[in-house]
């Protein structure tokens, strides 16, 4: 059964940075595409960043783009994400899925990302 722990989330200041990690167990990353989803109270869950099982390709939420880097290390088992000039708008709650890159079939259980204006 995969386990995937989420971290690194916290309060940042508007401009600033954060890296997500997303620690994995029971699955291998390397083998299984695997995305970033945020989610906002009493809001659908919304797709941030995307990457395929081999790393070569990636995809990213308009909102996103050009800021934010979806990457995986594959001797920690550990997916990441690399947000940069951070705007109040992307407060949420990030979730890390495994399986799927549009549609993933496990999720961690969050982090908090809060950014102050």
């Known amino acids: 059964q995969v386990q995937l722990v989420e971290s690194g989330g916290g309060l940042v200041q508007a401009g600033g940075s954060l890296r997500l990690s997303c620690a994995a167990s029971?699955?291998?990353?390397?083998?299984?595409?695997m995305t970033w989803f945020r989610q906002a109270p009493g809001k659908e869950r919304e797709f941030v960043a995307a990457i395929n099982w081999s790393g070569e390709y990636t995809n990213y939420a308009d909102s996103v783009k050009g800021r934010f880097t979806i990457s995986k290390d594959n001797t920690k088992n550990t997916l990441y994400l690399q947000m940069n000039s951070l705007k109040p708008a992307d407060t949420d709650i990030y979730y890390c899925?495994?399986?799927?890159?549009?549609?993933?079939?496990?999720w961690g259980q969050g982090t908090q990302v809060t950014v102050s204006s």
């Open positions: 899925g495994i399986g799927s890159m549009i549609t993933p079939n496990s």
């Open positions: 029971g699955r291998t990353v390397s083998n299984y595409a």
